[in-house]
């Protein structure tokens, strides 16, 4: 199973080195064109903004969007899922949509009140203990009917999913706990099975 990591911006190493401990096979991608044979894709943290500009240098907008709609998995994590959203919200900026949540950049305070959580989410209908690191962190602001929302950290979700996209508000590549990415490969590999 292969799984690609946009690698224009952030902290996609890190990405690449989880679902290798996975047991997946992860290549970065730099343009477009990487996207072709890759089970599911990987937009790290970085910074929203940035990640745009480059995205759009690379025409990747058109890409994504076929990406998504051949029904291969995207996980989106912080900036991530800020590209992903269907709205963006202080400023308002461009997103491909391909969620139906609402999110507020920065809403968890700066750099320097960054923090570390443990948590628990439901996977595949289990409980699963996680570890969250928040850094510049969105906060998800609505929910849209079709997301369901599968950890929440003091009432507000923090890890969603909506068909085959899989968000999280914090970094799960920044922790030891490959719980989180172990679940995408599992969507992966189901997506795979279906296709
Ligand atoms: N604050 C960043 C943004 O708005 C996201 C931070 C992150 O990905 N850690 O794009």
């Known amino acids: 199973m292969t799984i690609g990591v946009l690698a224009l911006q952030g902290d996609f190493a890190l990405h690449a080195r989880a679902l290798a401990r996975c047991g997946a096979e992860a290549v970065e991608v730099r343009k477009p064109d990487a ?3 890759l089970g599911g894709l990987v937009i790290p943290g970085g910074e929203s903004t940035t990640l745009l500009r480059l995205m759009d240098a690379w025409d990747f907008v058109p890409a994504l969007e076929a990406f998504h709609a051949s029904g291969r ?6 900036a991530g899922l800020i590209l992903l959203a269907r709205e963006v919200l202080n400023p308002c900026q461009f997103s491909l949509g391909l969620i139906d949540v609402s999110v507020e950049r920065n809403a ?11 948590g628990e989410a439901r996977l ?3 409980p699963a203990p996680i570890e969250m690191v928040f850094i510049r962190a969105p906060r998800i602001r609505r929910l849209g009917p079709g997301v369901e929302s599968l950890a929440e950290l003091g009432g507000e979700t923090v890890l969603a999913r909506q ?5 999280a508000a914090f970094h799960p590549e920044l922790t030891d706990d490959l719980t989180v990415h172990r679940h995408f490969c599992d969507l992966v590999d189901r997506a795979r099975v279906a296709a």
């Open 35 to 37: 996207l072709e044979g």
């Open 73 to 78: 998995p995207i996980f989106g994590t912080c």
């Open 163 to 167: 068909g085959a996209v899989l968000v």
């Open 108 to 118: 968890y305070g700066r750099q320097r009140e960054s923090f570390e959580a443990r």
């Open 124 to 126: 595949s209908g289990r």
